[in-house]
């Protein structure tokens, strides 16, 4: 194919984009609606499937003991606690210090503990880490057999809920996305469509001439990618923004929350809606050559 | 052209068994009352229709085999000129012939070159500005003759050139058709002017109800109307 070839390919699907005007501004429109809410979909679920990874590398068991226990026993459950395969870390936890870590967790509502009096119904505890997330569970079991332990928890119920709420909000999401994917579709082959239509005499006369079905086709075939690829760029710019102040925002008030760091994330994500875009684009146009003008 | 038929997806029979052959070089009227199959007998030639059976060979190929890539290519040796000029109106006269060898990416300077010789072929070099709309249909139909021939095709094939045109412009019209035959390049014209046909004492195939009924070298129109 020669330059000349490509240049007049380009020119005709910008001329066709010009003489469409609004139903390229519309085109557009959906084609970008269905990548940003693809885009932010996909933010959310793997900032989800990051977070649960996180919490569940963080995880520690909470050890309670029992009441009665002397401060030499406790000491000696402390360590058969730390002799355990894979525990890496064993704290004290008092009653006294358990009730003010209660207290700044309840932070302004800790007029309720006045109901307490100066009872601390607290129990004494560990606080103990392990190398390895899957040794959380069976590690709290051994130490739950020891003598003079109440119970052990640990934080695996939020991290399960973490995981069942991603697969939630991803098969919602694909539904969604499907559903968005071949709206843009349906509006970018409409916009190709009439464009065919517009052209059907010019496109009958270079049949005649001998122009082959690829010469035919491709402008129509950038003019649908211009159409895809512009609107993916319109998401890909409003998430990269969106995404840059929530980042912003969760470090400076809510540091705790592991977000997946802005870059290379986004980026990826981008170069993803963009080919995404682009597909969606060429296949629609793809659709109505085919349907109506047999090229 | 042999044992060739056509019938339409509708049922009707439009050509039963036609078996003609065009010598390189010939100037062929096809002649018929209307519906007799003549603008099918074109179609054929440049396959914008598959026969229903028998064997067309255009240029030394066998166009029933082709596949639908090769059709271009097919279409390239012709140049085919309708009774509607199919000109797009929004491109001078000029662009118009030039399309046809942009659409088959010839060089630039070619390009130039061959559109300047073929609308000084057909009278229309001081025109090429102009769009369509500004010009008469003669005028109109000489520039969708320069736009067939541009490309150097080996044959022309025509269905009713001058059917939209009075005698005098019909005439001018023919006189082009005769120089562009002179050059060696096959003429196939399907028409109902009988002026022109009688005129022009050239071969005549003459159609009725899908076949053949008469091939003469010098032939007459041979019907009223
Ligand atoms: N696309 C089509 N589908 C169905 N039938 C067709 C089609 N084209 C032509 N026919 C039929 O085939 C027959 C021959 O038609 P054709 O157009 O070849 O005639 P013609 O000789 O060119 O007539 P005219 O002089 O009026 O142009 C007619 O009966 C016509 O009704
Ligand atoms: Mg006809």
């Known amino acids: ?295 | 052209m042999t044992d060739v038929s056509k019938v339409y997806s509708n049922g009707s029979v439009a050509l039963s068994d036609v078996s003609v052959n065009i010598a390189e070089g010939d100037f062929v009227f096809v002649v018929g009352p209307s519906g007799a199959g003549k603008s099918t007998f074109i179609k054929l030639i440049f396959r914008e229709e598959w026969p229903t059976n028998g064997q067309i060979i255009v240029n030394g190929r066998n166009i029933t085999e082709l596949s639908l890539r090769e059709v271009p290519f097919l279409r390239r040796g012709l140049g085919i000129v309708f009774q509607d000029y199919r000109l797009l109106p929004n491109k001078s006269v000029h662009e118009n012939v030039a399309f046809a060898m942009e659409v088959i990416e010839a060089p630039r300077r070619e390009i130039q070159k061959r559109v300047n010789h073929v609308l000084e072929l057909v009278g229309l070099r001081d025109l090429a500005r102009n769009l369509p709309s500004e010009l008469s249909g003669g005028e109109q139909q000489r520039v969708a003759i320069a736009r067939a021939i541009v490309n150097k095709p080996r044959v022309v094939i025509a269905d009713e050139p001058t059917g939209n045109l009075d005698p005098d412009t019909s005439w001018e019209i023919m006189k082009i058709f005769e120089k562009i035959n002179e050059d060696g390049t096959t003429l196939v014209m399907a028409t109902h002017d009988k002026t022109v046909v009688d005129a022009m004492k050239r071969r005549v195939i003459a159609i009725e109800k899908g076949r053949i009924v008469r091939d003469e070298a010098i032939g007459v129109y041979g019907y009223e109307g």
């Open chain 1, 1 to 295: 194919m020669k330059v000349r070839t490509v240049e007049y390919f380009i020119r005709e699907a910008i001329v066709s984009l010009k003489r469409n005007g609004l139903m390229s501004i519309a085109s557009v429109s959906t084609v970008a609606l269905s990548m940003l809410i693809l885009g932010l979909f996909l933010v959310m679920v793997l900032n989800l499937n990051h977070m649960a990874s996180v919490l569940e590398s963080q995880v520690q068991i909470s050890v309670y003991l029992q009441d009665n226990l002397s401060d030499r026993e406790m000491r000696e459950v402390g360590t058969k606690i730390t002799k355990l395969p894979g525990v890496t870390m064993v704290t004290f936890v008092g009653k006294e210090e358990a009730m003010t870590r209660f207290k700044q967790r309840l932070g302004e509502q800790q007029g309720l503990l006045s109901a307490l009096g100066d009872t601390n119904p607290l129990p004494n505890g560990f606080e103990v880490k392990v190398d390895k997330p899957e040794m959380v569970k069976p590690t709290a079991q051994a130490i739950a057999q020891f003598k003079g332990i109440e119970t052990t928890k640990f934080g695996q119920e939020v991290v399960e809920h973490l995981f069942s709420l991603t697969k939630m909000v991803r098969w919602f999401g694909v539904l969604l996305i499907l559903f968005l994917a071949l709206a843009a579709l349906f509006i970018i082959s409409n916009t190709i469509r009439i464009t065919v239509f517009a052209r059907r005499k010019e496109i009958g006369i270079m049949k005649y001439v001998g122009a082959t079905d690829w010469f035919i086709r491709w402008p129509f075939l950038i003019e649908g990618v211009i159409l895809g690829l512009g609107g993916a760029l319109i998401a890909v710019f409003l998430l990269a923004e969106a995404y840059g102040m929530l980042t912003s925002k969760v470090y400076e008030s809510l540091a705790f929350l592991p977000l997946i760091p802005r870059s290379p994330f986004i980026a990826n994500i981008s170069g993803l809606l963009l080919v995404l875009g682009a597909m969606i684009g060429a296949l629609g146009s793809t659709i109505s050559l085919r349907r109506f003008m047999k090229v």
